[in-house]
């Protein structure tokens, strides 16, 4: 069993690790039986696997392709849509520099572990990324993909690359760095603290063309909605990790304590038996984050009383007005009223 303690990341990068190697000749089955990923994930686009597994991949592949810049190219098949809800926040920013601070701000949605830090200067900005955990890193080639990733997608998104004035990398410099020269413009660093760019303020200043700011407001609040739950909740790691997955699938209608259990390699019985220790129970659980977003969307005046029904996986609009009453004695509509009152 996969211990649910331990830091996991979106089955998603497997997807684009595995995509990376068969475009130089590796089986996605052959990384699959050498790693132990499931390659049935690939169809789950919010299955998440063990940070050890994804290390693993990172490390195969590269040996197995015998490509020394396999993260430097892995990072360039980025297409929009890859990493979900934190895809489109970033990418429906106005400006590449709030597109950073939102990959900041909600990178915790995609990652356990993985942070980026911004620091503003004069004429630059530094972009850091590190683990929260002590004594963890990102391995090799995942940093180097994420680092080229944040060019790749900034590209995308304004048709042209930002200005990276230095580079550096925590781990020790590889042989070549004719790719890092070729992607960043510049010789990194390296055994530095941190993985960071230091990038020319102006360069990520400038308006993104075609940004679309309706769709930018209703990801961005979908998005705060799960990201201020999951951080109000009991910091356990096992609590974060089944109110993430609550959070996430609530609108489909289909959480369950078997699903959750399932996602998290558990069996019900185990699972229920772990949350009891946490002193919490998985319908407790539920329903108190269903009760606090929905508090949440109501605040938001831009949704109307069934979107925040759709949100919150009631069947329909009177199946939500009957348990918030319950919640807090009035309807909805009598609760978004006085929050109006007031503001």
């Not at 699959?32 to 991949?57: H, K, W, Y």
């Not at 990178?107 to 955990?133: G, K, P, W």
């Not at 993909?145 to 930002?162: D, E, H, N």
Request: with cysteine; hydrophobic share 45%.
């Amino acid at each position: 069993m996969i211990n649910p303690f331990r830091a996991t990341v979106s089955a998603r990068i497997a997807a684009i690790i595995l995509k990376g190697s068969e475009a130089k000749g590796v089986e996605p089955s052959e990384l699959a039986r050498g790693s132990g990923f499931d390659l049935a994930l690939l169809g789950d686009v919010d299955a998440r696997i063990p940070l050890e597994m994804e290390n693993t991949l990172w490390n195969m592949a590269a040996f197995r392709t015998n490509d020394d810049s396999f993260g430097l190219h892995v990072a360039e098949l980025i297409r929009p849509g890859m990493f979900d809800v934190l895809d489109y926040v970033v990418r429906t920013a106005p400006t590449l520099y709030i597109a950073l601070q939102r990959l900041a701000r909600y990178n915790r949605l995609m990652h356990d572990v993985a942070e980026f830090s911004l620091t503003e200067h004069t004429d630059t900005i530094q972009v850091d990324h590190y683990f929260c955990t002590p004594n963890q890193t990102a391995v090799r080639h995942a940093a180097e993909f994420t680092m080229a990733a944040l060019l790749v997608i900034a590209s995308q998104m304004s048709g042209k690359q930002p200005v990276v004035l230095a580079a550096s990398f925590s781990h020790a410099s590889p042989e070549d760095i004719t790719e890092f020269r070729r992607i960043f413009g510049v010789t990194p660093q390296f055994g530095t603290s941190t993985n960071s760019l230091i990038l020319a303020r102006e360069s990520v200043m400038e308006s993104v063309p075609d940004a679309d700011p309706t769709l930018s407001r209703i990801v961005t609040s979908h998005a705060d909605q799960l990201l201020a739950v999951l951080e109000k909740a009991n910091p356990s790691t096992l609590l974060n990790q089944v109110s993430h997955l609550i959070l996430k699938h609530m609108s489909e209608g289909k959480v369950s304590l078997a699903f959750v259990a399932k996602e998290l390699c558990f069996s019900e019985r185990s699972l229920q038996r772990a949350l009891q220790m946490e002193g919490t129970t998985f319908n407790g659980l539920f329903e108190d984050l269903r009760r606090r977003t929905a508090h949440d969307f109501i605040s938001d005046k831009h949704l109307a009383l069934g979107e925040v029904a759709f949100l919150l996986g009631f069947s329909e609009p009177s199946a939500f007005h009957r348990a918030f009453k319950r919640w807090t004695g009035q309807t909805p509509s009598q609760v978004r009223q006085s929050i109006r009152a007031k503001g």
